[in-house]
């Protein structure tokens, strides 16, 4: 007899797909829908938005893998993860104020793929590519080619960190540092465990979100391996990209040792509301997340159509505070190139 507090333990698996059942994560990768027009076919967005999704994909290629597709409505142009994805050609307005490297990256890196900005912390660019564009990406314009580094520059930016010994933790990020093979995440993770002042791998992803299934064996044979203690921060904005895959995926993550932080952008049209964002903090600890940060929107030429005002941006945390508990707030935080940290609105 199932009691009424043992039916309350079972997890809700019932849609979990079967790992064994889904395509490894480098053939969903490959066969990522990478044509606007199949993207709008595929979600029955009708000829009118053509044109506008042409235009974008020129400035910034599509790229939505079928995952993540599954976890759109098709026929609602509205969608808040379609938002996400879906080019228009608002993307080719020039606006004051929104420009190529918002950030001012490029002057922070001493090594090819290593940007040391914040004290005690370096961010290693460890792939170039990305499992999904996001049409807000601020590294839409980024020199990704200049800073994809061979062995030999791994080397380079590794002494770096060697060299330093004010450093205690080494951010794995990118495009998504996911994207790249296991072998040579295994091969540079072995390296930066063997630096004594390391305490700490961060890996700053949205791969298990869009592509749960890269969560796999090997994933978990070289994270598993390293004394390095593991924080994963996702970047999920919507409670709707969480589906049972996802939370299947964390749980592994979990189970590994890795403490799960998310960070959102704020981004209008998709999760600028009280209920969207208390909908989303409120599935993220379903899932064993806890929300980190929530960024406002960094200027990127062809992002401005995503923006929420300052005002704007204040006022619904405001409200969040008064319906989640507190250790479900995400902070509120602008990135100031120049400045050695996030700093909180
Ligand atoms: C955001 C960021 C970090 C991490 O900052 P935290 O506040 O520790 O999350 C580190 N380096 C760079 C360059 C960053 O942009
Ligand atoms: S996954 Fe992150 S880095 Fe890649 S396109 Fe999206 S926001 Fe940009």
Same mark, same amino acid.
């Given at each position: ?22 395509? $490894? ?8 829908? $990478? ?10 967005? !009708? ?20 995952? /993540? ?28 104020? /929104?420009?190529? !490297? ?6 922070? +890196? ?7 900005? /914040? ?15 996001? $049409? ?15 062995? @030999?520059? *791994? ?14 933790? @080494? ?21 930066? !465990? ?27 044979? *070289? ?7 593991? &924080? ?6 919507? @409670? ?14 979990? !189970? +590994? ?18 209920? +969207? ?14 929300? /980190? ?14 923006? &929420? ?7 619904? &945390? ?28």
């Amino acid at each position: 007899m199932i009691t009424r507090s043992s039916a309350l333990l079972q997890r809700p698996d019932r849609e979990a797909r079967p790992l064994s059942l889904q395509a $490894r994560w480098q053939t969903q990768l490959a066969r990522a829908i $990478r044509d606007p027009r199949e993207l709008c076919r595929r979600l029955r967005l !009708d000829e009118t938005f053509w044109p506008g999704a042409e235009r974008g994909h020129d400035l910034f290629e599509v790229r939505v893998p079928e995952a /993540y597709l599954a976890r759109i409505r098709p026929g609602d142009p509205s969608d808040p993860l379609l938002r996400q994805v879906l080019p228009l050609a608002e993307e080719a307005l020039a606006t004051p104020g /929104y420009v190529a !490297d918002p950030l001012e990256e490029a002057e922070h +890196a001493p090594a090819p793929g290593l940007i040391h900005k /914040y004290a005690g912390r370096v961010l290693l660019i460890a792939s170039p590519a990305c499992a999904v564009n996001c $049409r807000y990406c601020f590294r839409r314009h980024f020199p990704y080619e200049e800073n994809a580094p061979s062995r @030999a520059q *791994w080397d380079e930016s590794l002494e770096h960190i060697r060299r330093d010994t004010t450093i205690h933790e @080494a951010i794995l990020s990118g495009g998504d540092p996911l994207a790249a093979s296991d072998r040579q995440l295994a091969w540079l993770v072995e390296r930066l !465990d063997a630096i004594p002042h390391l305490k700490r791998l961060r890996i700053h992803t949205r791969l298990p979100v869009v592509i749960p299934e890269r969560i796999d064996d090997a994933l978990l044979g *070289w994270l598993s391996a390293t004394r390095l203690q593991k &924080v994963m921060v996702l970047h999920i904005n919507h @409670a709707n990209e969480i589906d049972e895959a996802v939370i299947a995926a964390c749980r592994r993550l979990s !189970d +590994a040792g890795v403490t799960l932080l998310n960070q959102s952008v704020l981004l209008r049209g998709v999760n600028d509301s009280v209920e +969207a964002l208390a909908a989303l903090s409120e599935r993220l600890f379903e899932a064993g997340i806890l929300p /980190y940060y929530l960024h406002v929107l960094d200027p990127v030429a062809g992002a401005a159509h995503f923006d &929420v005002a300052d005002l704007d941006a204040r006022e619904l &945390v405001a409200g969040l505070r008064e319906v989640l508990p507190g250790f479900l707030m995400p902070r509120l935080v602008r990135e100031i190139p120049g400045e050695r940290s996030k700093t909180p609105l």
